[in-house]
T-cell receptor, first 111, second 116 residues
Framework: DAKTTQPTSMDCAEGRAANLPCNHS???????VYWYRQIHSQGPQYIIH???NNETNEMASLIITEDRKSSTLILPHATLRDTAVYYC????????????FGKGMKLTVNP | GAGVSQSPSNKVTEKGKDVELRCDPI?????LYWYRQSLGQGLEFLIY????????KSGLPSDRFSAERTGGSVSTLTIQRTQQEDSAVYLC??????????????FGDGTRLSIL
């Protein structure tokens, strides 16, 4: 019962910006957008999260549309090590706290 | 600082045996979660601890699965009478926050469980 839709896969050239889209048209006002990624044989790695304002950290930027129905994760200068499955998750800060993962999107960064 | 630590990293056991999987959360993190990832499947939630209490056990697939947490730190996931369908990567995550927070969860690298 993931509440997000992502493309199945995407390719990006090394050194270029990778723009990863996510649709969450049924998002509620108190739900945050989280991004994680999973590199083969490792646990999911937290990237960034936001509510309605754009966010930036050392890994990426998160752009959330004004109506909050979609967002884009931006990796400004993709490297081969950014090849992974990326998960966009919406989560309400509630008592259950669990993350509901969908199938994610496989990003392949090519040399 | 140290991240979430899980042990063992790999476990192979025979069908019908009991197994215990251990998770050491990040120091000071009050919330702890167990998930599992089966081959070709997504990550599915199993159980959530806040301190030593488990307010959400809704993801445990059967009564063969149980978990406990002691001292608000280490957690153990126990699977009794293992079945082949229990083969999966079991992931633990922790979060610094109390309830009703947007603090992110940080994951360990999991225990890969194989049931022969």
């Amino acid at each position: 019962d993931a509440k997000t839709t992502q493309p199945t896969s995407m390719d990006c050239a090394e050194g270029r910006a990778a723009n990863l889209p996510c649709n969450h048209s049924t998002i509620s006002g108190n739900e945050y957008v989280y991004w994680y990624r999973q590199i083969h044989s490792q646990g999911p790695q937290y990237i960034i999260h936001g509510l309605k304002n754009n966010e930036t950290n050392e890994m990426a930027s998160l752009i959330i549309t004004e109506d909050r129905k979609s967002s884009t994760l931006i990796l400004p200068h993709a490297t081969l090590r950014d090849t992974a499955v990326y998960y966009c998750i919406v989560r309400v800060a509630s008592g259950s706290e669990k993350l509901v993962f969908g199938k994610g999107m496989k990003l392949t960064v090519n040399p | 600082g140290a991240g979430v630590s899980q042990s063992p990293s790999n476990k192979v056991t025979e069908k019908g045996k009991d197994v215990e999987l251990r998770c050491d959360p990040i120091s000071g993190h009050t919330a702890l979660y167990w998930y599992r990832q089966s081959l070709g499947q997504g990550l599915e939630f199993l159980i959530y601890f806040q301190g030593n209490s488990a307010p959400d056990k809704s993801g445990l697939p059967s009564d063969r699965f149980s978990a406990e947490r002691t001292g608000g730190s280490v957690s153990t996931l126990t699977i009794q009478r293992t079945q082949q369908e229990d083969s999966a990567v079991y992931l633990c995550a922790s979060s610094p926050a109390a309830v009703y927070s947007n603090q992110p969860q940080h994951f360990g690298d999991g225990t890969r469980l194989s049931i022969l």
